[in-house]
């Protein structure tokens, strides 16, 4: 079956640190993979997306490579802000399967002055 | 365009009462999905529509828990007899056909059973 397995967190950084937030993920055929982000009592907002092995996806300054060798779509940010605390999460959606995303189980980032 | 709303947005009920859910996707979009999320996991898929058709449901959403979507636009979650364990957040998300694989959530329900 899908599964997503995302780094433990909470993830403590320092303001204009860099970002990285492990995500890898099972799965059979081509999913498409995500990156949501959770800001305190909200919803998730869609952050980026690769939909294809190489793609790159990026907003806001962050960004992740979909690596199919290593099935792994990791969320990276050169330089990270107060505001950007909150959870993330790598998802991914598979077309072959069902039409649900699959989540990790979220990462907290808390970013201090 | 709007975005995904839900309504109510807190909901504390007392064990055994029953609650209704409402989500009002994106205009467009004609897919409309439902999750739960529990304090530190991820949402978890229960149910999604395809205009009015209920197509898939979890194993999750027990036969307390009924989804409709009448007319192909909003949709509502009822849980019957609620439980404690049914303390959760409940997210609503929404998709075109043509691009079904990129899903936008609304800001959640949640809900608190007593």
């Known amino acids: 079956g899908n599964s997503v397995t995302q780094m433990e967190g909470p993830v403590t950084l320092s303001e204009e640190a860099f970002l990285t937030i492990n995500c890898t993920y099972t799965?059979?055929?081509?999913?498409?993979l995500f990156w949501y982000v959770q800001y305190p009592g909200e919803g998730l907002q869609l952050l980026l997306k690769a939909t294809k092995a190489d793609d790159k996806g990026s907003n806001k300054g962050f960004e992740a490579t979909y690596r199919k060798e290593t099935t792994s779509f990791h969320l990276e940010k050169g330089s990270v802000q107060v505001s950007d605390s909150a959870v993330y999460f790598c998802a991914l959606f598979n077309t072959g399967t069902a039409s649900k995303l699959t989540f990790g189980t979220g990462t907290r980032l808390q970013v201090t002055l | 365009d709007t975005g995904v709303s839900q309504d109510p947005r807190h909901k504390i009920t007392k064990r055994g009462q029953n609650v209704t859910f409402r989500c009002d996707p994106i205009s467009e979009h004609n897919r409309l999905y439902w999750y739960r999320q529990t304090l530190g996991q991820g949402p978890e898929f229960l149910t999604y529509f395809q205009n009015e058709a209920q197509l898939e449901k979890s194993r999750l959403l027990s036969d307390r828990f009924s989804a409709e979507r009448p007319k192909g636009s909003f949709s509502t979650l009822e849980i019957q007899r609620t439980e404690q364990g049914d303390s959760a957040m409940y997210l609503c998300?929404?998709?075109?056909?043509?691009?079904?694989?990129?899903?936008?959530f609304g800001p959640g329900t949640r809900l608190t059973v007593l």
């Open positions: 799965a059979t055929g081509y999913p498409s």
């Open positions: 998300a929404s998709s075109s056909t043509s691009a079904r694989d990129t899903q936008y």
